[in-house]
């Protein structure tokens, strides 16, 4: 099943999220989320303790209706010990282990083994499945390959692409890590009408995209989904919605594959301000 591929994020089921901002939403709202999600085939979940009430409210769904998906997490080094923070987690999202634990800063696993130790032990005593460690660029990509770490998260999209992180991502295939990609839709950059003034130099690049999906007729979230699911060494897509509707749709476009041609136009897209392809930038 296809949507076995997918995670589904939690940050705009706890917290108004993105650039273009959001409402809160209710529990009764997120927990439709979750039940159709889990009807869908999707199997995990990616949340952390900074995603607002995310936690609290997947440890509701838990318990109202058992646990039904595996559950990603990050946490902060600085903030309490490791092990405080996981049973403190475990006991909001009402599960005895989590699937993978990440690294939510890459400053944080560069700069304090004490972290990785934590972890390392976590999983020895089964509190944790795997160890994660999220990355922004290529240079940071390199340094998590040749670490003791299980997966490996990334940002990757139609813009920030395959030809920019391609041999890396084949690489961490050779070396047994799992690669999971997030930021596809750019917080919902590539859906606004109105571009802020600090991501001006986008415009060019982002008018592609809109051509690009107007010429092969279809929606560009479909473009944007059908990209990021084009490739065999991605083992898992990052996606968060909106609702049970926006979800659905999501889900029905990782199940339409885009031609290899459109896939070579994509990568004809030039980009000049990489560094605004990083929403820590903006």
């Known amino acids: ?14 917290m108004p999220y993105g ?65 405080d923070q996981v049973l403190k987690s475990l006991e909001k999202l009402k599960i005895d282990a989590l699937n993978t634990c990440f690294f939510h800063s890459f400053e944080e696993f560069m700069m304090d083994s004490t972290f990785l130790k934590s972890l390392e032990k976590l999983k020895k005593e089964k509190m944790i499945q795997s160890i994660g460690l999220s990355v922004y660029t290529n240079e940071q990509f390199e340094i998590a390959l040749n670490a003791p770490v299980d997966v490996i998260q990334i940002p990757f999209n139609v813009l920030d692409n395959w030809l920019e992180r391609g041999a890396l991502i084949r690489l961490a295939n050779k070396k047994n890590k799992k690669i999971q990609i997030r930021s596809i839709f750019l917080q919902g950059l590539f859906f606004l009408e109105n571009l802020p003034q600090k991501l001006e130099k986008l415009k060019i690049p982002l008018k592609e995209v809109m051509a690009l ?47 290899q041609k459109l896939i070579n136009e994509i990568h004809q897209i030039k980009i000049k301000a990489r560094e605004l392809l990083l929403p820590i930038n903006w």
């Open 213 to 259: 999906s107007k010429k092969w007729n279809i929606p560009v979230a479909q473009l944007l989904i059908g990209y990021a699911n084009s490739f065999n060494a991605i083992d898992s897509v990052l996606i968060g919605v909106d609702s049970v509707k926006h979800l659905t749709q999501n889900i029905s476009f990782f199940a339409q594959p885009l031609p």
């Open 19 to 83: 650039i273009a901002g959001g409402k809160l939403k209710t529990k009764e709202e997120v927990f439709s989320i979750l039940k159709t999600a889990k009807a869908k085939g999707v199997k995990d979940l990616d949340t952390a303790n900074v995603y607002g009430n995310a936690e609290k409210i997947i440890g509701e769904f838990n318990e109202r209706y058992g646990c039904q998906f595996n559950i990603n997490t990050k946490f902060k080094g600085h903030e309490n010990s490791i092990e």
């Open 1 to 14: 099943m296809v949507s076995r591929k997918i995670i589904l994020g939690t940050a705009q089921l706890g």
